[in-house]
């Protein structure tokens, strides 16, 4: 089967978190739709950039060292980003996480700490990684810490599903009062509508 191209470095980021997005970097997960857009190491590269988890400069640095990398780094992508796809999925069930999830992310970020250093961020500090250091690592180190911090530090009750058809897109809901249903009103929003005005329509169609 023809895969769609990947539009890994133009698609919407509307997780309002770094780890979220990353998981929307596939749709319809398992269904007739299904959409992969890290289909191979260099769309890994440019979701990346595209995030701001790299700059213009250590994009150039990992693009450098690609054809080395390239498995390990599209295999550890989609592994830590199906981890956290399937523990945001439990959250937006109201479920708690496999256990057996939890302890992989504990493992990736242990591993990924391991090329990172501290380095001055907003008036403190924080992890910070370098191509130079391990360029799979300055990737998905960020992603993997930004899933630990939505674990460990926000409200778990605001991580939600698009309920739009073959979308499956995870979100954090920032409004007031959690009121955010859509990963775009634009797309699954309005495609919602759509259907359920030609139901309505067919409806009234019908003889009574
Ligand atoms: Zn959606």
């Excluded at 919407?12 to 929307?24: E, I, K, R, T």
């Excluded at 595209?50 to 080395?68: F, I, K, M, N, P």
């Excluded at 924080?126 to 130079?132: I, V």
């Excluded at 073959?166 to 797309?187: A, I, P, Q, Y």
Aim: net charge positive; proline share 6%; aromatic share 4%.
């Amino acid at each position: 089967m023809d895969m769609p191209p990947s539009r890994a470095g133009t698609l919407a980021l509307v997780g309002a978190d770094l780890a979220l997005d990353f998981c929307n970097t596939a749709s319809g997960r398992g269904g007739p739709e299904a959409r992969e857009h890290l289909q191979a190491a260099r769309h890994v590269v440019d979701w990346a950039t595209h995030a701001g988890v790299l700059t213009d400069q250590s994009r150039a640095a990992v693009l450098d060292r690609l054809d080395e990398i390239a498995p390990e780094l599209l295999a550890q992508a989609t592994t830590t980003r199906d981890c956290i796809h399937r523990c945001g999925m439990a959250l937006a069930a109201g479920r708690q996480p496999d256990p057996a999830d939890l302890d992989l992310l504990g493992r990736l970020h242990a591993a990924n700490l391991a090329s990172a250093r501290l380095a001055p961020q907003d008036g403190g500090y924080g992890w910070a990684w370098s191509p130079a250091d391990g360029p799979i690592q300055a990737i998905l180190g960020p992603i993997v810490l930004s899933a630990l911090l939505l674990l460990t530090r926000k409200d778990l009750t605001r991580v939600k599903e698009c309920p739009g058809h073959h979308c499956g897109w995870l979100f954090f809901d920032t409004t007031k009062n959690k009121t955010r249903r859509w990963c775009e009103m634009s797309v699954c929003g309005n495609r919602a509508k759509q259907t359920r005005h030609v139901q309505r329509r067919r409806q009234a169609a019908q003889p009574q």
